[in-house]
């Protein structure tokens, strides 16, 4: 019972604190204009959305229910490996590169979740930063970090 009061308690304060951010960012997406912001707004108002779902879905946790599974567990080692390797990508981008950084997070996550298919696990990131390439680079003519290697 006290892993379920933590996990609902951890739930609200989570909801709370993305409510806040939420309508701190929609303040200024509604202040620009609305050609430039629709999609900020967009974003604004679906995160809105989902964080009120979220408090609401914690306020209907039940409290009496036992913890057997990991989603009771507020710091796993799940958890902190999966934020640290997201925190190793964001200090990779100015380092080496916004591509190749992308390479190795996506492989990273491959591992990470366990993929059987070695081929997938090599593969897969390499056509993401591919796709990622053309659609920044090639379409759309938005800078990405540079690098030392890209």
């Known amino acids: 019972m006290f892993m379920s009061l933590l996990k609902k308690k951890r739930d609200l304060i989570f909801s709370i604190i993305s409510l806040i951010i939420s309508i701190f960012w929609s303040l ?3 202040s620009y204009p609305r050609d430039s912001s629709a999609f900020p707004r967009i974003l604004c108002v679906v995160l809105i959305l989902l964080s009120l779902i979220m408090f609401y879905k914690s306020l209907q946790t039940d409290v009496n229910r036992h913890p057997t599974d990991e989603n009771f567990i507020i710091f796993s080692k799940k958890n ?3 934020y640290l390797l997201c925190g190793l990508y964001i200090l990779a981008l100015t380092k080496i590169g916004f591509y190749v950084a992308s390479y190795f997070f996506v492989l990273g996550i491959c591992i990470f979740l366990k993929y059987q298919n070695k081929a997938v696990i090599f593969v897969w990131p ?3 930063c591919l796709l990622l390439y053309l659609v920044f680079s ?5 800078p990405t970090p ?3 290697l890209f």
């Open 138 to 142: 090639c379409f759309l003519h938005v």
């Open 126 to 128: 390499a056509v993401l």
């Open 146 to 148: 540079e690098g030392i």
């Open 28 to 30: 200024f997406a509604f």
């Open 80 to 82: 902190v490996l999966f």
